[in-house]
T-cell receptor
Framework: GNSVTQMEGPVTLSEEAFLTINCTYT??????LFWYVQYPGEGLQLLLKATKADDKGSNKGFEATYRKETTSFHLEKGSVQVSDSAVYFCALSGVSYGSRLTFGEGTQLTVNP | GAVVSQHPSRVICKSGTSVKIECRSLDFQATTMFWYRQFPKQSLMLMATSNEGSKATYEQGVEKDKFLINHASLTLSTLTVTSAHPEDSSFYICSGGAGDETQYFGPGTRLLVL
């Protein structure tokens, strides 16, 4: 079956530091890959996605590249801000509408000023 | 992007009562909606998949008679927690798809059962 593994948290960084959150997956076929972000007390917001190999998703300074050869979708940001403090979830789904999402465990990021 | 709302955002109820949570897709039609439960500092646990006009598909271990799901229209799905008990206290989140494989999530409903 499908599975997603994220690097363990929590991750604590200083403002303007470089961020990497690792995500690897196991899936049959060619899944779509997502990063979602959850701020305290809120639901999940779609941060970025990639639907095929070598695609790069990007949004708000965050990037992730769909690497089929390493089955990875690592999240990166060159310079984090305090407002980036949140929980980040890596997820995958099938390519058809209505496919369920498989989530990673989530990584708590805290950015200190 | 696609917007999903949930109501109420938080609810406190007495043990033994039933609570209904609404999930609406505001600017798109969602043939399929999903209901999740999230415990503190944990990932989301899929409870059920809700299909418009048909019965929901529940995940293993989820009591369908306790968590009643109705998907009466393409923009509304409801989750009713029947005879709620303190162990049902949790954060419930719904999501819907807008036509591709992407799911858009509601803001969540925090349920506290006393």
């Amino acid at each position: 079956g499908n599975s997603v593994t994220q690097m363990e948290g929590p991750v604590t960084l200083s403002e303007e530091a470089f961020l990497t959150i690792n995500c690897t997956y196991t899936a049959t076929g060619y899944p779509s890959l997502f990063w979602y972000v959850q701020y305290p007390g809120e639901g999940l917001q779609l941060l970025l996605k990639a639907t095929k190999a070598d695609d790069k998703g990007s949004n708000k300074g965050f990037e992730a590249t769909y690497r089929k050869e390493t089955t990875s979708f690592h999240l990166e940001k060159g310079s984090v801000q305090v407002s980036d403090s949140a929980v980040y979830f890596c997820a995958l789904s099938g390519v058809s509408y209505g496919s369920r999402l498989t989530f990673g465990e989530g990584t708590q990021l805290t950015v200190n000023p | 992007g696609a917007v999903v709302s949930q109501h109420p955002s938080r609810v406190i109820c007495k043990s033994g009562t039933s609570v209904k949570i609404e999930c609406r897709s505001l600017d798109f039609q969602a043939t399929t909606m999903f209901w999740y439960r999230q415990f503190p500092k944990q990932s989301l646990m899929l409870m059920a998949t809700s299909n418009e006009g048909s019965k929901a598909t529940y995940e293993q271990g989820v009591e369908k008679d306790k968590f009643l799901i109705n998907h009466a229209s393409l923009t509304l799905s409801t989750l009713t927690v029947t005879s709620a008990h303190p162990e049902d206290s949790s954060f419930y989140i719904c999501s819907g798809g807008a036509g591709d494989e992407t799911q858009y999530f509601g803001p969540g409903t925090r349920l506290l059962v006393l």
